[in-house]
């Protein structure tokens, strides 16, 4: 399935397919999509995924399993009588992937090698399956910079652990650095959907991504702590100045590598504790359950809406 429109450096084609900026994928007979066990040889992924619209991404196989059901119901989706979902990447035993009409719901895992690994593959995916403006919107976890648990918070602009706004990463011996741009348009969409009524707040602005998640977010209770109380809360209120509001461990990449391959994409988050006030994740696990439905609800709200005035 080696496709005849010549390469060049522009990201999509003119009817808004997913382009590749690599001229070596255009020269393989097969692409083998190893961490999702999908092959462009071995599925067709045309009639497979030809009518995505919404990639969902969240770390854990559960949550975005649990998503995939309560979009399905918030769509009106119908599965055929006394069937369930597969979870279509289960033999990979790395990722977790479901589809629900147009929405796929993939776990990342934790970091951004783990996210950034199923970006590289899911970017392909979208080429081989031919899907057109594909959004791509990460549902996640993060700690609130000033924020109390259950806080929703949409992502402004990226941040890495330097608030730097790039992705760096070294590639054949140079640290390469790409801008950790969000859409803006899609941002103001989804924070347009947050109710007056909704019994929590939803807000915007800089979220920090780190590589660990102990020492890395200024945790005073990992295996290792080489700083004093008074450091960290230094550095948070550092951070607060600067305009971050929340802290994970995937955005950079999720924004830079979406960005790179022109894919419009946002990032949700529920804070689960504020980190001005302690480090250990405490609430008891059905308050956790009930906040992060909340990004999903609102990530719902704007897929139905979509899905409504098309
Ligand atoms: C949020 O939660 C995870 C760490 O607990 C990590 O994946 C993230 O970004
Ligand atoms: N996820 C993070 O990365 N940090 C937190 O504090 C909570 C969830």
């Known amino acids: 399935d080696v496709d005849k429109r010549e390469y ?35 599925h067709d992924l045309v009639e497979m995924f030809g009518d995505v619209k919404f990639v969902c991404m969240g770390g854990t196989p559960k949550r975005m399993e649990q998503f995939a059901y309560y979009i399905m119901q918030e769509i009106g989706h119908k599965l055929p009588c006394g069937t369930t979902l597969l979870d279509i990447s289960q033999y990979s035993y790395r990722y977790s992937m479901f589809k ?25 995916l979208m080429y081989h ?52 741009k969000m859409d803006k348009q899609l941002t103001k969409d989804l924070i347009a959907l947050a109710h007056p009524e909704d019994p929590y707040d939803t807000i ?13 977010q ?32 995937e955005s950079t990449a999720f924004a830079a590598l ?10 949700v988050c529920v804070t689960l504790l504020d980190r001005l006030k302690g480090d250990q994740v405490m609430a008891p696990k059905e308050v956790l359950d009930e906040w992060q439905m909340r990004p999903q609800k609102l990530v719902s709200r704007f897929i139905t809406q979509y899905l409504q005035r098309k």
């Open 8 to 42: 060049d450096n522009a990201v999509r084609y003119r009817d808004g397919a997913v382009k590749l900026r690599n001229p070596n994928l255009y020269l393989l007979d097969q692409d083998i999509l190893y961490h999702l066990a999908l092959g462009s040889g071995s």
């Open 100 to 124: 629900v009409g147009p929405v796929l719901s993939i776990s990342h895992g934790m970091g951004i090698p783990s996210v950034g690994i199923l970006l590289h593959e899911v970017i392909k």
């Open 129 to 180: 399956a031919k899907v057109r403006d594909p959004m791509f919107i990460r549902i996640g976890t993060c700690g609130g910079v000033g924020y109390e648990g259950g806080t929703v918070v949409i992502t402004e602009e990226a941040v890495d652990g330097m608030l730097k706004p790039y992705h760096e990463t070294p590639i054949l011996g140079k640290i390469v650095r790409r801008p950790a």
């Open 204 to 216: 915007v602005g800089k979220t920090m991504c780190t590589s660990d998640f102990y020492e890395g």
């Open 218 to 249: 200024g945790r005073l209770d990992g295996a290792f702590c080489d700083f004093s109380e008074q450091d960290k809360l230094d550095y948070l209120t550092k951070l607060q100045k600067a305009g971050v509001v929340n802290i994970e461990m």
């Open 258 to 267: 979406t960005h790179h391959a022109g894919i419009s994409a946002a990032i």
